[in-house]
């Protein structure tokens, strides 16, 4: 696949002329009243839905819960895995079933399945049904691509674009009064061996400083207590620049009054004595660390090209924990990567047992076209594949229950999100270490952050009571 390195902010005027015909739509009686919008995948793209959700309501349409009664389904896809796929290629073939019986429905794929080799072109010829896909450097042009679908412009509504382009002053219509996502990097160059995200959303560039921090003044004015940071290697921002790096970042951040920062995703081996430093300074960042450790085999770790060894991330891990004693560590890690011997494998064991992740998500080896991996000998029999994966769940599991099990009798501080869906008479939220935690206290407490005493475990929850003040 060709290199896109061009950074290419939207300009102006074609934002304004997205708008315009996102007015134009409105006023139009046959367009769809309703959207139905289903996110697979990252938080990147769960952030991207909520641009494409502010821009469906600019355009007058009101959310559908039924994929039955919509009048839009979009779907914004994942491509990391082959089950992610699977699954939304599964639900966007279902939509022909609806459109049989409702002929005016329209069907929309965006995402990173998108932005694959040839996917648009495929996806148009096979299935008639949808109207029109776009990848996710071109969210922005939403609007226009509607417009082309109605009007029957299929080629323009199938239209792939030529980079990724970054998209900035969209509308965005959060999930939550107290929380949002903030992107601080696009894309990735770190070229991991099985990763197909770089060749889906482009080389790493950085948003600009100043425009991060003032969206998130603005943010803070209107109540955001919590605030998520997103980039695919966001310790490696400003390093395409040459400007302020993420501690700096996070210092600026800082001074705007946010409760609570929370980034993802990390990458040990940009993981600087720096931003550690910063972490354990600052107090709006929060107790908690996503460092995706992948193996625990240092014969793996090279051949996923990661760039680190073993040694070096417990190195970084006893770091964290020397300088943020309390702080919560979790972990991606896959299993059975072209030539894991069962020695391999039970170093990432190991490896779980040695730092006792708080929780870590665990994948099967999934080989994506256009990936160094996919060329690689050495692939691992699916049945030995899925032995692997259940006994380090069943490990994880064990060290999960261990870990909330030296939290009772704690006190920590929870960001209230509302009513918990179980027990009502119960409020739900996320402690500083990122961990979810029901607990009784006044409703009037909702969208503050409240200090609780930690009183109990479920198996990946926590059980709590407010109390009046923390004890630090
Ligand atoms: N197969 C399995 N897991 C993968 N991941 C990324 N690519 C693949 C793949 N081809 C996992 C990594 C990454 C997380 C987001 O998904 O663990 O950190
Ligand atoms: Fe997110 Fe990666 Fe999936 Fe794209 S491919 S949605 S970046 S997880």
Same mark, same amino acid.
């Given at each position: 696949?060709?290199?896109?390195?061009?950074?290419?902010?939207?300009?102006?005027?074609?934002?304004?002329?997205?708008?315009?015909?996102?007015?134009?739509? =409105?006023?139009?009686?046959?367009?769809?009243?309703?959207?139905?919008?289903?996110?697979?995948?990252?938080?990147?793209?769960?952030?991207?839905?909520?641009?494409?959700?502010?821009?469906?309501?600019?355009?007058? *349409?009101?959310?559908?819960?039924?994929?039955?009664?919509?009048?839009?389904?979009?779907?914004?896809?994942?491509?990391?895995?082959?089950?992610?796929?699977?699954?939304?290629?599964?639900?966007?073939?279902?939509?022909?079933?609806?459109?049989? +019986?409702?002929?005016?429905?329209? +069907?929309?794929?965006?995402?990173?399945?998108?932005?694959?080799?040839?996917?648009?072109?495929?996806?148009?010829?096979?299935?008639?049904?949808?109207?029109?896909?776009?990848?996710?450097?071109?969210?922005?042009?939403?609007?226009?691509?509607?417009?082309?679908?109605?009007?029957?412009?299929?080629?323009?509504?199938?239209?792939?674009?030529?980079?990724?382009?970054?998209?900035? @002053?969209?509308?965005?219509?959060?999930?939550?009064?107290?929380?949002?996502?903030?992107?601080? *990097?696009? @894309?990735?160059?770190?070229?991991?061996?099985?990763?197909?995200?770089?060749?889906?959303?482009?080389?790493?560039?950085?948003?600009?400083?100043?425009?991060?921090?003032?969206?998130?003044?603005?943010?803070?004015?209107?109540?955001?207590?919590?605030? *998520?940071?997103?980039?695919?290697?966001?310790?490696?921002?400003? =390093?395409?620049?040459?400007?302020?790096?993420?501690?700096?970042?996070?210092? %600026?951040?800082?001074?705007?009054?946010?409760?609570?920062?929370? #980034?993802?995703?990390?990458?040990?081996?940009?993981?600087?004595?720096?931003? /550690?430093?910063? *972490?354990?300074?600052?107090?709006?960042?929060?107790?908690?660390?996503?460092?995706?450790?992948?193996?625990?085999?240092?014969?793996?770790?090279?051949?996923?090209?990661?760039?680190?060894?073993?040694?070096?991330?417990?190195?970084?891990?006893?770091?964290?924990?020397?300088? !943020?004693?309390?702080?919560?560590?979790?972990?991606?890690?896959?299993v059975a990567?072209?030539?894991e011997?069962?020695?391999?494998f039970?170093?990432t064991?190991?490896? %779980?047992?040695?730092?006792?992740?708080?929780?870590?998500?665990?994948?099967i080896?999934?080989?994506?076209?256009?990936?160094?991996? %996919?060329?690689?000998?050495?692939?691992i029999?699916?049945?030995v594949a899925r032995e692997r994966i259940l006994r380090l769940?069943?490990?994880?599991?064990? /060290?999960?229950?261990?870990?909330?099990?030296?939290?009772?009798?704690?006190?920590?501080?929870?960001?209230?999100?509302?009513?918990?869906?179980?027990?009502?008479?119960?409020?739900?939220?996320?402690?500083?270490?990122?961990?979810?935690?029901? #607990?009784?206290?006044?409703?009037?407490? /909702?969208?503050?952050? +409240?200090? +609780?005493? !930690?009183?109990?475990?479920?198996?990946?929850?926590?059980?709590?009571?407010?109390?009046?003040?923390?004890?630090?």
């Open positions: 696949m060709a290199m896109r390195d061009a950074v290419r902010p939207i300009a102006r005027e074609e934002i304004l002329r997205q708008q315009a015909i996102a007015r134009e739509i =409105r006023e139009r009686p046959d367009r769809p009243l309703t959207y139905h919008l289903i996110t697979y995948g990252c938080q990147m793209n769960a952030h991207d839905s909520q641009a494409l959700a502010g821009m469906l309501e600019e355009m007058g *349409m009101a959310p559908e819960a039924d994929r039955e009664k919509a009048g839009l389904i979009l779907f914004n896809t994942c491509c990391i895995r082959d089950n992610a796929e699977r699954r939304a290629m599964g639900n966007i073939v279902f939509t022909r079933k609806i459109k049989r +019986v409702r002929p005016e429905l329209l +069907v929309g794929v965006c995402g990173c399945m998108a932005q694959q080799e040839g996917f648009q072109e495929r996806l148009s010829r096979r299935y008639p049904h949808v109207d029109f896909s776009f990848g996710p450097g071109e969210i922005y042009q939403l609007p226009q691509r509607l417009l082309d679908a109605m009007e029957g412009r299929r080629e323009q509504a199938f239209r792939r674009g030529e980079d990724s382009t970054l998209y900035e @002053g969209l509308p965005i219509l959060r999930s939550s009064p107290f929380f949002a996502y903030q992107t601080v *990097m696009y @894309g990735c160059d770190n070229f991991c061996s099985y990763c197909v995200v770089p060749l889906v959303r482009g080389r790493e560039r950085s948003r600009e400083l100043k425009q991060i921090v003032s969206e998130a003044q603005r943010l803070v004015d209107e109540g955001v207590q919590e605030i *998520m940071l997103l980039g695919q290697n966001v310790n490696s921002y400003g =390093r395409d620049t040459g400007g302020p790096r993420f501690e700096d970042l996070l210092r %600026a951040l800082g001074q705007t009054g946010i409760r609570r920062l929370r #980034f993802m995703t990390s990458h040990p081996k940009d993981l600087s004595d720096e931003l /550690i430093a910063e *972490m354990a300074r600052n107090p709006a960042v929060c107790p908690h660390l996503h460092l995706p450790a992948q193996s625990g085999s240092d014969r793996m770790l090279a051949a996923m090209n990661r760039r680190y060894t073993r040694d070096w991330y417990l190195e970084r891990v006893r770091a964290l924990r020397q300088a !943020i004693p309390h702080i919560g560590l979790t972990s991606d890690l896959i990567f072209p030539g011997t069962e020695e391999d039970e170093q064991l190991s490896l %779980a047992r040695q730092v006792r992740f708080d929780s870590a998500f665990t994948f080896y999934s080989p994506r076209s256009g990936t160094a991996a %996919a060329r690689l000998p050495g692939r029999d699916p049945e769940i069943a490990l994880q599991e064990d /060290i999960t229950r261990e870990v909330l099990r030296g939290l009772v009798g704690q006190t920590a501080s929870v960001l209230a999100e509302g009513l918990s869906k179980r027990d009502p008479g119960q409020l739900t939220g996320k402690t500083g270490r990122g961990i979810a935690c029901n #607990f009784s206290a006044d409703p009037g407490r /909702i969208g503050q952050i +409240v200090p +609780v005493l !930690i009183t109990g475990q479920g198996s990946k929850t926590l059980k709590a009571r407010q109390i009046e003040k923390e004890n630090p």
